[in-house]
Every structure is written in structure tokens, then in C-alpha cells.
């Protein structure tokens, strides 16, 4: 009888995905915090997990989004022509934030970091971001 006890309850845990499973090894896909919709004085902006979508005008860029960081706020995109670059953006403060390219034009997403220009995301209204002082993009809801 011991041993029909345990088949059965071996055989419920093989039935039961969760048998067995702390959580401690799932995670919740992490999504980029600035997805979305989004529009600026030049045009619309789509922004998912994998790419990063400009519209000007009847022109459209697609560029893919390799990795990106809620954390450092950065992501590291391929871009058409198979170019590399980073962009940086600010916390969404009222469905709104700022963004810039920090590098463009790179071989590797290595050399995209590695070769990023410094910035400062203090005041974008008034602060450029590398060693051009691009100007920050405000992109809105």
C-alpha cells in the first residue's frame, strides 16, 4: 500500500507543473519602460522590445534593438545599414521623456558602448548630450 501511495503522488507531480517549483526560477519577461507610441516635434516614434521605429515625414527607420536596460536607461540597436549605436533616455515624467544618441555608426553593440560620447541627462532642455552636443529628443504621448 506504501508503495501505491507514493507512485500516486509521484505520478500527480508529473501531472502538476507546479509540483515541486519554489517560483524562484520563473521570471516575468522584462519589457523596455518607454514602449510605445510616442511623438515628437519631427514625427512619430514606436518603440517595443526589438525595435526602435522613427517616421519623418513618408520616411521610416526601423532599427532593431539588440539589448536594452530599464536600469541604465540605454539601448543598443542595429540599424539598417548593419551599423551599431546607443541611445539614452530619461524617466517618463507625465507621459513624456527625453532620448539621445549617444553613439552611431559603430562596427560591434561593443564599440557602441565602449565608444558612447558622455552626457548629461540633468537638464536636457538646456545640456546637449557627446562630444557634438546633440541636442535630446522629447518624445510624448
Given at each position: 500500500?506504501?508503495?501505491?501511495?507514493v507512485?500516486?503522488?509521484?505520478?500527480?507531480?508529473?501531472?502538476?507543473?507546479?509540483?515541486?517549483?519554489?517560483?524562484?526560477?520563473?521570471?516575468e519577461?522584462v519589457?523596455l519602460?518607454?514602449?510605445?507610441?510616442?511623438?515628437?516635434?519631427?514625427g512619430t516614434?514606436?518603440?517595443?522590445?526589438?525595435?526602435?521605429s522613427?517616421?519623418?515625414?513618408?520616411?521610416v527607420?526601423?532599427?532593431?534593438?539588440?539589448?536594452f536596460?530599464?536600469?541604465?536607461?540605454?539601448?543598443?540597436l542595429l540599424?539598417?545599414?548593419?551599423t551599431?549605436?546607443?541611445?539614452?533616455w530619461?524617466?517618463i515624467d507625465?507621459?513624456?521623456?527625453?532620448y539621445?544618441?549617444?553613439s552611431?555608426?559603430?562596427?560591434s553593440?561593443?564599440?557602441?558602448?565602449?565608444?558612447?560620447?558622455p552626457?548629461?541627462?540633468?537638464?536636457?532642455?538646456?545640456?546637449?548630450?557627446?562630444?557634438?552636443?546633440?541636442?535630446?529628443?522629447?518624445l510624448?504621448?
Amino acid at each position: 500500500m506504501v508503495k501505491s501511495g507514493v507512485s500516486l503522488i509521484l505520478a500527480a507531480c508529473l501531472l502538476l507543473p507546479a509540483c515541486g517549483d519554489d517560483g524562484e526560477d520563473t521570471e516575468e519577461p522584462v519589457h523596455l519602460e518607454i514602449g510605445g507610441d510616442w511623438e515628437s516635434d519631427f514625427g512619430t516614434e514606436v518603440i517595443a522590445d526589438e525595435s526602435w521605429s522613427t517616421s519623418f515625414g513618408s520616411d521610416v527607420y526601423i532599427d532593431e534593438i539588440v539589448e536594452f536596460s530599464n536600469e541604465n536607461n540605454d539601448a543598443i540597436l542595429l540599424a539598417e545599414d548593419g551599423t551599431y549605436g546607443r541611445k539614452v533616455w530619461t524617466e517618463i515624467d507625465d507621459d513624456s521623456f527625453y532620448y539621445c544618441t549617444v553613439s552611431f555608426d559603430k562596427t560591434s553593440a561593443e564599440e557602441a558602448v565602449s565608444e558612447s560620447e558622455p552626457y548629461e541627462d540633468d537638464d536636457p532642455l538646456n545640456v546637449g548630450c557627446g562630444a557634438a552636443d546633440f541636442a535630446w529628443t522629447m518624445l510624448t504621448r
